[in-house]
């Protein structure tokens, strides 16, 4: 298996962080891009009804300005200067603009954590690993924190 293109999911959770030390190493290891992709979920409340509901056509500018600086901060600091790396933060339904990116940048393999959301948002949201390995067109890996 040929692995040109690596696309880490970050949710800034420590399952993430397994996941990034992981797509690390096999950049690192495979001489391969990484990419270190940040989605911003909508807003939900849900108490409101279908007909109430009304979502914002685009995320606060500020919020989307602040988590780029944080993923700087969190992700790419870290990132060796031999290895080619990009940050991207997306807005919209988490695993389907994930598969998304993952289909437009033809990447070779995905890596997840397997956790990320916990109580209400697992439960509002579903698990985006199961979802991500379920239909991404490439190999995902779903890594686990073993501390968890």
């Not at 949710?11 to 495979?30: G, K, M, N, P």
């Not at 009804?49 to 685009?58: A, I, K, Q």
């Not at 200067?81 to 940048?105: A, M, N, W």
């Amino acid at each position: 298996m040929g692995v040109n293109q690596i696309v880490c999911c970050s949710d800034f959770s420590d399952h993430a962080e397994v996941a990034f030390q992981t797509a690390l190493d096999l950049s690192q290891r495979y001489n391969a891009k990484l990419y270190v992709v940040h989605v911003l979920p909508p807003v939900v409340n849900p108490m409101l009804t279908d007909t109430e509901l009304m979502l914002p056509e685009h995320p606060d500018e500020n919020l989307v300005v602040s988590l780029n600086e944080r993923m700087q901060e969190v992700y790419g600091n870290r990132i060796p200067e031999k290895i080619d790396f990009e940050l991207v933060v997306r807005d919209g339904h988490v695993s389907t603009e994930i598969i998304r990116f993952i289909e437009e940048t033809d990447a070779d393999l995905a890596v997840v954590g397997a956790f990320g959301l916990s109580g209400m948002g697992l439960v509002l949201f579903g698990s985006v690993a199961k979802r991500i390995s379920h239909k991404a067109p490439c190999s995902v890996m779903i890594v686990r924190n073993k501390k968890a």
